[in-house]
């Protein structure tokens, strides 16, 4: 996704150097119910239980291809390296059982002060509003705990479910753009982003 982000406004490097170090040291959202932590390898063979779900990972362009346990054990390690790195991360949500509910992907671009959030949640935890109230409180998580200055975001073409989430959250949409899989196939998705300063404005208003 070298085209992204759309907007480009670049931040003095201590700031990149804040970012980067907040990745490195994340290890998880706080949400009330299923709280998010670090993907670990230990967690594949889990994480591919989630992924199986051919409703959770259709969508998706950007897993590996074949989803086997070696190739979502591989998937963590790089986003294990991404985060040493301070531009990528893997957050999982296990429930009681300890089985994955739900994955938030991070990629980042520190010198913009940007990130993408990617994710998926399992399909008894959607339909309750648990993926836009889930999606308020990571976006909330990126500004303040990543300190970013911009959320972009994108989804298929038909994903009908997200296209209304980021609208109905005020994210502006900034075209389209081209995924290309592992694979080499590739996917026009479209772009949404959103700044900081809009973001809280807009809480600030619904206060």
Known sequence: MSDLPVTRNRVSADRESTIREAVRQADGIPFGTFPSRLARPEHA?????????PAIHEPIYNLPKPLTAASVEAFIERKLEARAMGDGLLLLRFDEAGDVVGYSEFDLWPEWGAGDLGGALRR??????????????TFNWMFDTLHLELIVATGALDNVRTSRMLNGLGFARKGETTNTRPDGSSRQSRVWERTRDAWFERQAQAD
């Open 45 to 53: 063979n889990a994480f591919l239980d989630f992924l199986s779900d």
């Open 124 to 137: 008894d935890q959607q339909g309750k509003r648990e993926g836009v109230n889930g999606a308020r409180q």
